[in-house]
């Protein structure tokens, strides 16, 4: 993938992708791929979220005459269009649906950064909803869970926590089938610059209170006591006040710090773009783990007729 696709900047008279485009998202971001992560849809599908992200910052970006569309609304198009997915979409709603339902058993890893005096916590806000969560994010496959957490720190904050992380000081929490590890950073100055890596993840970093986020409850969706909300974050409090109960901080705390989040970076405007460092297209293209039991789920029995795919990308390779 050396060569970005195509991205005309010619206005676009219905706003749709010109086949041109999707023929090439789709070879470059599906097909030229190692056989292996062609074996299911669901493989599938971050593939086209990748296709999806790209079309998104950077197709509409240069040409903003071309539609915005939801990740269901783009796989739709990509399905519809390009020759090597086609006979598939009249599975495209369960195709969808088996996406989304193995996406929330992928397990996640993160942080949980502590100031200097362990009373602050950064956490991230997501660039469409309104709440803040730590850093944190799906596996990729083959990667161990405390890489996942220096990768995903790296990519939502900018912040490389590989030389303070310790494998063995994390909270892990089961939602459903989803586990959820972070690992407890410490040693982290609160004026440590932070921005993130990827486009349109991450619209807000702060460091907040933890008196603010409390109270510590097994809740997913939680609100703090200043009415800050809150995804995946209470069921790890009460772990985190023992363990910051049994580790003095380095320096004593300081009661009189704002209670109101301390904002350290924020996008320039989180419908339209922000102004993070600009994404390499080959950045986000990692491919989540699918864990043993979650990979015997996939996608029925499914199976790429490989001769199409390999004629789509002689062609692709040729054009
Ligand atoms: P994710 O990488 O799927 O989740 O990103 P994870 O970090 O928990 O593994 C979560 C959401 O952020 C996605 O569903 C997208 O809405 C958005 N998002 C993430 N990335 C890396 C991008 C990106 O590169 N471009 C755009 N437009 N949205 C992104
Ligand atoms: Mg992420």
């Known amino acids: 993938m050396s060569n970005p696709p195509r991205t005309s900047s010619a206005p676009s008279k219905n706003g749709l992708p010109p086949q ?24 599938i599908l971050f593939l086209v979220e990748y296709a999806h992200w790209f079309y998104e910052d950077n197709s509409v970006e240069n040409n903003p005459s071309l539609k915005s569309f939801n990740l269901k609304e783009f796989t739709s198009l990509l399905f519809s269009s390009c020759d090597v997915l086609k006979p598939y979409v009249a599975h495209i709603d369960d195709i969808f649906k088996d996406f989304t339902s193995y996406k929330v058993r992928v397990p996640v890893t ?82 440590t610059p932070f921005a993130p890596r990827t486009k349109k993840e991450i619209s807000e970093i702060a460091w907040h209170r933890l008196d603010e986020l409390q109270p510590a409850s097994g809740e997913v969706i939680s609100r703090g006591i200043t009415g800050l909300k809150l995804y995946m974050v209470a069921p790890f409090l009460r772990s985190l006040n023992t363990w910051i109960s049994e580790h003095p901080p380095p320096i004593p705390p300081r009661p009189d710090l704002p209670l109101k989040g301390i904002c350290i970076w924020k996008a320039k405007n989180s419908s339209s773009g922000s102004s993070s460092m600009p994404m390499d297209s080959q950045a986000a293209v990692v491919m989540p783990e699918p864990d043993s039991h979650v990979f015997a789920a996939s996608y029925r029995s499914f199976k790429f007729d490989m001769d199409p795919v390999r004629r789509a990308m002689q062609e692709g390779l040729s054009s």
């Open 110 to 191: 993160g942080a949980i950064i502590l100031d200097e005096t362990y009373e602050r916590c950064v956490l991230v806000k997501g660039w469409k909803g309104s709440s803040w969560s730590f850093p944190r994010g799906k596996k990729s496959k083959d990667e161990e869970d405390h890489a996942c957490a220096i990768r995903e720190v790296l990519e939502e904050t900018g912040f490389d926590v590989s030389k303070l992380l310790n494998k063995d000081e994390y909270i892990e929490v089961i939602f459903g089938e989803q586990r959820v590890r972070l690992y407890i950073i410490v040693g982290v100055k609160d004026d």
């Open 20 to 43: 041109e485009l999707l023929d090439d998202l789709c070879s470059r971001f599906v097909l030229n791929v190692p056989k292996e992560d062609l074996q299911s849809f669901e493989r």
